[in-house]
C-alpha cells in the first residue's frame, strides 16, 4: 500500500492480506490507483451476501426502524455493551450477528461483544435496506451493482458460509458465488455439511470452534497460491 501526503509518496509498505473493516468496503486501486502492479493473488470470502433477500421478520424490522432513526449515527456500541450486560441469558441461541452462543464462551463472548462493535452511520443503514428486494448489493446511488460486477474479477475467491446464518443466508452467498469470474470454490460449516455444529455468522471467525473449522479452510486457500508463486519464482 502507498500512502500520498500532499502528492507525495510517504510510505510504502507490502501487505501480507486485505483485512476488511467493520461496517465499510476496502477498495482495491479504486479509480485506477496509481502506477504499477497491483494484484491480490486470491482472497477469501466469510459470510459475504451477495444480496440482501430473505431476513427474518425481527432483523427486517429493526433495520426499517434503523432508517428512521432520528440521529445521524445510530448508538450500536451502546447497544452492544448493553447486550453483554446480559449475554448469554437473554440472548437467542442463534444471535443473528453473533451465531450460536454454543459456539463461545461466555466470557469471551461478553467482552467481545463490549468492545467490537462501532457505532453504525443512519445514511449506511439506509444503503443496505435499499438493496432489499433488488437481487445484489449497490453503491449508495443504486448505479453500481457490486455482485454482478463479481463477473469482472479474475481473482480466485473461496467463499465460506454457514449453514444457519440470518445476515448471509446460504442463498445469498450462494449469490455472490454464482456471480463471481474467476476461480473459485464455496463451503458451508453446520451440520448438514459434514461439520459436528451448526455456525451463525460472527461465530464463523471469533467462535471457539473457528480455530478448528474455518481458519484451515482459509490457511489452505491462501497457501495454495504462496506455493504457485514459490514453484514460479
Request: aromatic share 10%.
Amino acid at each position: 500500500v502507498d500512502v500520498y501526503i500532499n502528492g507525495q509518496l510517504t510510505k510504502r509498505q507490502v501487505l501480507k492480506g486485505i483485512p476488511h473493516q467493520n461496517y465499510g468496503n476496502v477498495y482495491v486501486a479504486q479509480d485506477g490507483g496509481f502506477s504499477g502492479d497491483v494484484r491480490v493473488r486470491r482472497a477469501v470470502a466469510i459470510a459475504s451476501p451477495g444480496m440482501i433477500e430473505d431476513l427474518p421478520l425481527r432483523v427486517g424490522v429493526m433495520l426499517r426502524l434503523a432508517t428512521i432513526f432520528p440521529s445521524n449515527q445510530l448508538p450500536n456500541r451502546l447497544w452492544l455493551q448493553t447486550v453483554s450486560l446480559f449475554y448469554p441469558d437473554f440472548v437467542p441461541d442463534n444471535e443473528a450477528s453473533l451465531g450460536f452462543k454454543s459456539n463461545y464462551d461466555p466470557m469471551f463472548a461478553r467482552a467481545f461483544v463490549a468492545n467490537v462493535g462501532a457505532n453504525v452511520s443512519r445514511g449506511l443503514v439506509r444503503q443496505i435496506h435499499a438493496w432489499h428486494g433488488r437481487g445484489g448489493i449497490f453503491s449508495r446511488d443504486g448505479q453500481v451493482n457490486y455482485t454482478a460486477d463479481l463477473a469482472k474479477s479474475s481473482v480466485p475467491i473461496r467463499f465460506i458460509g454457514a449453514s444457519k446464518d440470518y445476515l448471509a443466508s446460504q442463498a445469498s452467498v450462494r449469490k455472490a458465488f454464482d456471480a463471481a469470474g474467476g476461480e473459485k470454490k464455496l463451503t458451508f460449516l453446520g451440520k448438514g455439511f459434514g461439520i459436528e455444529r451448526d455456525y451463525g455468522h460472527t461465530d464463523v471467525v471469533a467462535g471457539r470452534f473457528a480455530a478448528l473449522d474455518s481458519f484451515p479452510l482459509v490457511e489452505s486457500w491462501l497457501s495454495e497460491s504462496a506455493a504457485r508463486i514459490a514453484r514460479k519464482d
